[in-house]
T-cell receptor, first 113, second 110 residues
Protein backbone atom coordinates (compact mmCIF):
# COMPACT_ATOMS: atom_id res chain seq x y z
CA UNK A 1 0.00 0.00 0.00
CA UNK A 2 0.82 3.68 -0.07
CA UNK A 3 3.27 5.14 2.46
CA UNK A 4 3.54 8.91 2.99
CA UNK A 5 6.42 10.46 4.92
CA UNK A 6 6.26 14.07 6.11
CA UNK A 7 9.00 16.38 7.38
CA UNK A 8 9.64 18.21 9.59
CA UNK A 9 7.45 17.14 12.50
CA UNK A 10 7.72 20.61 14.06
CA UNK A 11 8.55 23.96 12.48
CA UNK A 12 8.85 27.41 14.00
CA UNK A 13 9.14 30.52 11.84
CA UNK A 14 9.09 34.25 12.45
CA UNK A 15 5.92 36.03 11.45
CA UNK A 16 6.28 37.24 7.90
CA UNK A 17 8.80 34.57 6.90
CA UNK A 18 8.04 31.56 4.68
CA UNK A 19 7.39 27.97 5.78
CA UNK A 20 7.96 24.83 3.74
CA UNK A 21 6.70 21.33 4.57
CA UNK A 22 7.76 18.34 2.51
CA UNK A 23 6.21 14.94 1.84
CA UNK A 24 7.26 11.87 -0.11
CA UNK A 25 5.05 9.03 -1.29
CA UNK A 26 5.80 5.48 -2.34
CA UNK A 27 3.05 4.46 -4.78
CA UNK A 28 3.75 5.71 -8.29
CA UNK A 29 0.04 5.24 -9.08
CA UNK A 30 -0.92 8.03 -6.64
CA UNK A 31 -2.33 11.00 -8.50
CA UNK A 32 -4.10 13.20 -5.96
CA UNK A 33 -2.27 15.09 -3.18
CA UNK A 34 -4.25 17.23 -0.72
CA UNK A 35 -3.05 19.26 2.25
CA UNK A 36 -5.13 19.60 5.41
CA UNK A 37 -4.85 22.11 8.24
CA UNK A 38 -5.93 21.14 11.75
CA UNK A 39 -6.47 23.82 14.36
CA UNK A 40 -6.48 22.97 18.04
CA UNK A 41 -9.55 20.98 19.07
CA UNK A 42 -10.95 20.76 15.55
CA UNK A 43 -11.05 18.30 12.68
CA UNK A 44 -8.70 18.72 9.69
CA UNK A 45 -9.80 21.00 6.88
CA UNK A 46 -8.66 20.94 3.25
CA UNK A 47 -6.59 24.00 2.32
CA UNK A 48 -5.19 23.10 -1.10
CA UNK A 49 -4.78 20.07 -3.34
CA UNK A 50 -2.94 19.14 -6.52
CA UNK A 51 -3.40 16.44 -9.13
CA UNK A 52 -0.59 14.62 -10.89
CA UNK A 53 -1.12 16.37 -14.21
CA UNK A 54 -0.14 19.70 -12.61
CA UNK A 55 3.31 20.70 -11.27
CA UNK A 56 2.33 23.66 -9.14
CA UNK A 57 -0.81 25.26 -7.75
CA UNK A 58 -1.16 28.52 -5.87
CA UNK A 59 -3.93 30.04 -3.75
CA UNK A 60 -3.04 33.43 -2.28
CA UNK A 61 -0.26 32.81 0.29
CA UNK A 62 -0.17 29.04 -0.04
CA UNK A 63 1.24 26.96 -2.88
CA UNK A 64 1.88 23.30 -3.50
CA UNK A 65 4.50 21.82 -5.82
CA UNK A 66 4.66 18.25 -7.11
CA UNK A 67 7.61 16.32 -8.50
CA UNK A 68 6.26 13.06 -9.88
CA UNK A 69 9.65 11.73 -10.89
CA UNK A 70 11.03 12.08 -7.38
CA UNK A 71 7.63 11.25 -5.80
CA UNK A 72 7.58 14.23 -3.51
CA UNK A 73 5.36 17.26 -2.98
CA UNK A 74 5.67 20.34 -0.81
CA UNK A 75 3.51 22.99 0.85
CA UNK A 76 4.78 26.57 0.79
CA UNK A 77 3.27 29.28 2.98
CA UNK A 78 4.54 32.83 2.37
CA UNK A 79 4.19 35.92 4.56
CA UNK A 80 3.20 33.77 7.52
CA UNK A 81 0.70 35.10 10.04
CA UNK A 82 -0.19 33.99 13.60
CA UNK A 83 -3.37 32.31 12.33
CA UNK A 84 -1.20 29.96 10.25
CA UNK A 85 -0.15 28.23 13.49
CA UNK A 86 -1.68 24.73 13.30
CA UNK A 87 -0.88 21.12 12.43
CA UNK A 88 -0.60 20.45 8.69
CA UNK A 89 -1.09 17.02 7.09
CA UNK A 90 -0.22 15.93 3.59
CA UNK A 91 -1.99 12.97 1.99
CA UNK A 92 -1.97 10.87 -1.17
CA UNK A 93 -4.55 8.89 -3.06
CA UNK A 94 -4.39 6.74 -6.16
CA UNK A 95 -7.91 7.40 -7.39
CA UNK A 96 -10.08 10.30 -8.27
CA UNK A 97 -13.47 10.32 -6.66
CA UNK A 98 -14.39 8.68 -3.40
CA UNK A 99 -11.30 6.81 -2.41
CA UNK A 100 -9.05 6.36 0.57
CA UNK A 101 -6.38 8.87 1.53
CA UNK A 102 -3.08 7.92 3.16
CA UNK A 103 -1.96 10.70 5.49
CA UNK A 104 1.48 11.83 6.57
CA UNK A 105 2.27 12.09 10.28
CA UNK A 106 1.75 15.86 10.46
CA UNK A 107 3.81 19.04 10.98
CA UNK A 108 3.15 21.34 13.90
CA UNK A 109 3.78 24.87 12.59
CA UNK A 110 4.28 27.67 15.10
CA UNK A 111 4.44 31.29 13.95
CA UNK A 112 6.52 33.43 16.30
CA UNK A 113 5.18 37.01 16.55
CA UNK B 1 -25.82 22.95 7.18
CA UNK B 2 -24.17 21.34 10.20
CA UNK B 3 -21.68 19.40 8.01
CA UNK B 4 -20.35 16.35 9.87
CA UNK B 5 -21.45 15.86 13.46
CA UNK B 6 -20.07 13.38 15.99
CA UNK B 7 -21.31 12.25 19.38
CA UNK B 8 -20.15 12.10 22.07
CA UNK B 9 -17.34 14.69 22.25
CA UNK B 10 -15.62 12.97 25.17
CA UNK B 11 -15.89 9.48 26.66
CA UNK B 12 -14.10 7.52 29.36
CA UNK B 13 -14.45 3.73 29.34
CA UNK B 14 -13.10 0.93 31.47
CA UNK B 15 -11.29 -1.95 29.81
CA UNK B 16 -13.82 -4.42 28.41
CA UNK B 17 -16.72 -2.00 28.14
CA UNK B 18 -18.41 -1.41 24.81
CA UNK B 19 -19.64 1.75 23.14
CA UNK B 20 -20.75 3.18 19.82
CA UNK B 21 -19.49 6.42 18.32
CA UNK B 22 -22.09 8.14 16.20
CA UNK B 23 -21.49 10.17 13.03
CA UNK B 24 -23.91 11.93 10.73
CA UNK B 25 -23.50 14.18 7.67
CA UNK B 26 -26.02 16.42 5.96
CA UNK B 27 -24.13 17.02 2.70
CA UNK B 28 -25.61 14.01 0.84
CA UNK B 29 -22.14 12.48 0.44
CA UNK B 30 -21.76 8.88 -0.65
CA UNK B 31 -18.47 8.12 1.11
CA UNK B 32 -17.86 8.15 4.83
CA UNK B 33 -14.77 7.31 6.89
CA UNK B 34 -13.60 6.63 10.43
CA UNK B 35 -10.04 7.61 11.45
CA UNK B 36 -8.10 7.54 14.66
CA UNK B 37 -5.49 10.15 15.48
CA UNK B 38 -2.61 9.36 17.81
CA UNK B 39 0.37 11.61 18.65
CA UNK B 40 3.11 11.33 16.04
CA UNK B 41 1.11 8.94 13.87
CA UNK B 42 -1.16 11.19 11.90
CA UNK B 43 -4.60 10.01 10.83
CA UNK B 44 -5.05 6.30 10.30
CA UNK B 45 -8.09 4.89 8.52
CA UNK B 46 -10.12 2.38 10.52
CA UNK B 47 -13.04 1.68 8.18
CA UNK B 48 -14.70 3.40 5.29
CA UNK B 49 -17.94 3.16 3.36
CA UNK B 50 -17.99 4.05 -0.32
CA UNK B 51 -21.79 4.06 -0.43
CA UNK B 52 -24.84 3.15 1.59
CA UNK B 53 -24.79 -0.56 2.35
CA UNK B 54 -21.07 -1.09 1.80
CA UNK B 55 -18.16 -1.02 4.23
CA UNK B 56 -14.49 -1.92 3.93
CA UNK B 57 -11.51 -2.23 6.25
CA UNK B 58 -8.85 0.42 6.41
CA UNK B 59 -5.36 0.32 7.86
CA UNK B 60 -6.25 -0.43 11.52
CA UNK B 61 -9.64 -2.25 11.71
CA UNK B 62 -8.91 -4.73 14.52
CA UNK B 63 -11.14 -4.24 17.55
CA UNK B 64 -13.72 -2.16 15.69
CA UNK B 65 -16.95 -2.71 13.79
CA UNK B 66 -18.97 -0.28 11.70
CA UNK B 67 -22.50 0.15 10.45
CA UNK B 68 -23.61 2.34 7.55
CA UNK B 69 -27.14 2.79 8.81
CA UNK B 70 -28.25 4.94 5.87
CA UNK B 71 -26.67 7.52 3.60
CA UNK B 72 -26.38 10.04 6.45
CA UNK B 73 -25.11 7.93 9.32
CA UNK B 74 -21.98 5.84 9.89
CA UNK B 75 -21.33 4.43 13.37
CA UNK B 76 -18.19 2.92 14.89
CA UNK B 77 -18.48 0.29 17.62
CA UNK B 78 -15.92 -0.90 20.12
CA UNK B 79 -17.14 -4.27 21.44
CA UNK B 80 -14.54 -4.69 24.19
CA UNK B 81 -12.49 -1.55 24.71
CA UNK B 82 -8.74 -1.80 25.36
CA UNK B 83 -6.29 0.87 26.57
CA UNK B 84 -4.65 0.77 23.11
CA UNK B 85 -7.88 2.24 21.74
CA UNK B 86 -7.35 5.46 23.68
CA UNK B 87 -7.31 8.02 20.88
CA UNK B 88 -9.15 10.85 19.16
CA UNK B 89 -11.63 9.52 16.60
CA UNK B 90 -12.66 11.49 13.54
CA UNK B 91 -15.47 10.80 11.14
CA UNK B 92 -15.34 12.25 7.63
CA UNK B 93 -17.45 12.29 4.50
CA UNK B 94 -16.61 13.05 0.90
CA UNK B 95 -17.84 13.49 -2.61
CA UNK B 96 -15.11 13.78 -5.24
CA UNK B 97 -11.95 13.80 -3.18
CA UNK B 98 -12.34 16.56 -0.56
CA UNK B 99 -13.01 14.99 2.82
CA UNK B 100 -14.99 16.96 5.39
CA UNK B 101 -14.17 16.08 8.98
CA UNK B 102 -16.24 16.17 12.13
CA UNK B 103 -14.99 17.75 15.39
CA UNK B 104 -13.77 14.44 16.83
CA UNK B 105 -14.44 12.24 19.85
CA UNK B 106 -11.76 12.01 22.53
CA UNK B 107 -11.88 8.48 23.98
CA UNK B 108 -9.94 7.31 27.01
CA UNK B 109 -9.89 3.64 27.99
CA UNK B 110 -8.69 2.97 31.52
Amino acid sequence: GENVEQHPSTLSVQEGDSAVIKCTYSDSASNYFPWYKQELGKGPQLIIDIRSNVGEKKDQRIAVTLNKTAKHFSLHITETQPEDSAVYFCAASSYFGNEKLTFGTGTRLTIIP
Amino acid sequence: NAGVTQTPKFQVLKTGQSMTLQCAQDMNHNSMYWYRQDPGMGLRLIYYSASEGTTDKGEVPNGYNVSRLNKREFSLRLESAAPSQTSVYFCASSEFNEQFFGPGTRLTVL
